[in-house]
């Protein structure tokens, strides 16, 4: 028997807003910690793929992908990976993601605030380019384990993009962090399903997880904005993410497009769904 579809009251657009604008005084308070998904580039409509659907279109201009790999950049990248080499994966992930993303309001807003955390999600640079004019922060990147031959799980970079340490990043008034890589500033790029194999076997007991990301989120609240729930790897992400953090958190949501799953985890995490869409919550975030 199928199981019956979650359900959620949405809250009518007038009181949605009312707690879009509460959230918005926490985060310019430090309390709120921005997750971003690729609905947040695309508000800059650039040349790059906006979300798994459309990376994994673009692996099949590339290579003729089985089956079971259309319509899935994981598994696509994985094919690519053992047919070619992972040489190949990175090339033609850099070349996805070369071109420019201008930084939007909501990049802009966030970089002009004193924000502990950012994590964005997408492998575009947006978000450290609109940070640039600071130097008060640094990023840290999850990197695939494929040939590097270290025991390690991320890496740390300062703004001007140069390779630096845990120590060093504890100084940083803001961080930038990226779970699944990017191609700024070097090109790091967990996309593969083998890449998330260790991953995904170690994210419970949150080793792959930096420290200062741990200690960033305690006690602060999620708020996921462009972001979908609808793979399991995102949804353990986000469930990962934000453990040991605030038991409050808020997710934008366009609740025709949800599917069951995505209703379920939006239950089981305790996120309060704003069906708003995301640029009227970028206006009054910005407001």
């Known amino acids: 028997m199928n199981a ?22 926490q985060l310019r308070a430090g309390a709120i910690v921005p997750y971003l998904g690729p609905a947040v580039a695309a ?50 992930m850099t070349e996805a993601f070369t071109p420019k993303v201008t930084p939007n309001a909501l990049h802009r807003l966030l970089a002009s605030l004193p924000v502990p955390m950012i994590v964005d999600t997408w492998y575009d640079g ?5 940070l640039a004019e600071r130097s008060d922060w640094g990023e840290a990147q999850g990197i695939t384990r494929a040939g590097i031959g270290e025991d390690r799980w991320y890496r740390f970079y300062d703004a001007a993009g140069a390779e630096t340490d845990k120590a060093a990043a504890e100084s940083w008034t803001t ?3 990226k779970p699944h890589g990017s191609v700024a500033p070097a090109k790091n790029f ?24 741990k200690h960033r989120r305690t006690e602060r609240s999620f708020l996921f904005l462009g972001c979908r729930f609808n793979d ?9 993410l934000i453990k040991r953090s605030s038991d409050h958190h808020y997710a934008l949501v366009e609740p025709d497009a949800l599917s069951k799953n995505e209703l379920r985890f939006l239950l089981e995490a305790g996120l309060t769904p704003l069906a708003l869409p995301l640029d009227k919550a970028v206006e009054i975030l910005c407001a």
């Open 4 to 25: 019956p579809t979650p359900h959620i009251d949405f809250a009518n657009p007038a009181d949605a807003t009312a707690v879009l604008k509460d959230v918005a005084g």
């Open 43 to 92: 508000l800059s409509q650039p040349e790059v793929p906006l979300g798994p659907e459309a990376l994994a279109a673009f692996f099949g201009t590339k290579v003729a992908l089985p089956r079971r790999a259309k319509g899935n950049a994981w598994a696509s990248a994985q094919h690519i990976e053992s047919m070619k080499h992972r040489s190949t994966v990175t090339a033609y």
């Open 126 to 130: 947006a978000m450290r380019a609109a």
């Open 175 to 177: 961080l930038l962090y």
């Open 190 to 213: 967990l996309i593969s399903d083998a890449d998330y194999v260790e991953v995904l076997t170690e994210i419970d007991i949150q080793t792959p997880i930096p420290d200062i990301v």
């Open 232 to 240: 399991q790897m995102l949804r353990t992400y986000a469930r990962q």
